[in-house]
């Protein structure tokens, strides 16, 4: 059975992760999208939250599933017998980053390996981080992410 892992902080998730996930389904038996909770950052929403919001936005796809995590990701992946690490680039300056991030989880887990996944062109300039500013300028947000997410969005920014 081959079970991917797909991090993130999530804050929030958009539809360009939504995209990626469903990519990682047809691939694997079974997806794990996992939280990174990081006491250094300080996200808009909390985990739980983040897990909710994803739990709703997969809810169709029998074979994934959420979880969140701490610590050294490979750590976390062998915990969970996971093979594969699924990591989004949108565009080529995300490749930098991820390229040292994966060949360090090598060196850390040789037996673990990185799939990157490009989404949809359609979600090539999207990040949660402009999809916050835009709910918190008041502007839509329909469009960047799964259905109910704008709602909590909203309610974020109002209180």
Do not use: W
């Not at 969970?80 to 949108?90: N, S, W």
């Not at 402009?130 to 960047?144: K, N």
């Amino acid at each position: 059975m081959k079970r991917a892992i797909y991090p993130g902080t999530f804050d929030p998730f958009t539809n360009g992760h939504l995209d990626i996930v469903h990519r990682a389904a047809a691939l694997f038996d079974e997806v794990i999208v996992t939280v990174a909770r990081n006491s250094s950052k300080k996200p808009l929403f909390t985990t739980d939250e983040r897990i909710d919001m994803i739990k709703e936005s997969i809810s169709s796809l029998n074979t994934v599933h959420v979880d969140s995590f701490e610590g050294l990701l490979v750590k976390y992946a062998k915990e969970k017998k996971a093979q594969v690490i699924i990591r989004g680039l949108r565009m080529i300056s995300d490749f930098e980053f991820e390229f040292q991030m994966a060949l360090m989880n090598r060196k850390l887990a040789e037996d673990i390996t990185t799939v990157f996944l490009m989404p949809d062109e359609r979600y090539t300039y999207l990040s949660s981080s402009i999809v916050r500013e835009i709910a918190q300028l008041g502007g839509g947000c329909g469009p960047f992410v799964p259905q109910g997410i704008e709602k909590r969005l909203k309610e974020k920014y109002s209180s």
